[in-house]
Structure formats: C-alpha cells, structure tokens
C-alpha cells in the first residue's frame, strides 16, 4: 500500500514539473495593446504569462485594424 503511495506521489510529482512554465522556460509574458490611429491614444492591458503552446499562439497572431483601431499583442 505505501508503495502505491509512493509511485502516485512520484507520478504527481514529475508530472507537475513537466508542465511547470519555469521548466519549459519559455515563457514571457504578453499584453494586449490597442492603438487608436485618429488621435494616438494607447490602452494596454494587463500582462499576463504564457507558456509553450499558448506563447506560440499569440506571437503567431497578426495585427488587425477594424477603422481606426489597431489590436495587437506584445510579449517580453
């Protein structure tokens, strides 16, 4: 029985590093700016951490323009 205990806490344990951002270490952190281009005013929105598929996702994203806005994302 403690041995059932053991590998499951093993298991739970490796499984929790393997989907930790700190060890894919490629994570940053990104944030939605939108860009009014008629009288140049800046929203940002909070910064928020994406990690692996997630990342890739967003830096894939184009910028889009619907009138005089523009959306896009900005990662560090």
Known sequence: MI????FGAAFLFVAWAATSCEALSD????KMVITDSSNGDVNEGGETEYCGVELIVI????PTT???LTTKWQCR
């Open 3 to 6: 041995r059932k205990l053991l």
């Open 27 to 30: 994570c940053k952190f990104c």
């Open 59 to 62: 830096e894939a994203k184009t």
């Open 66 to 68: 619907t009138g005089t």
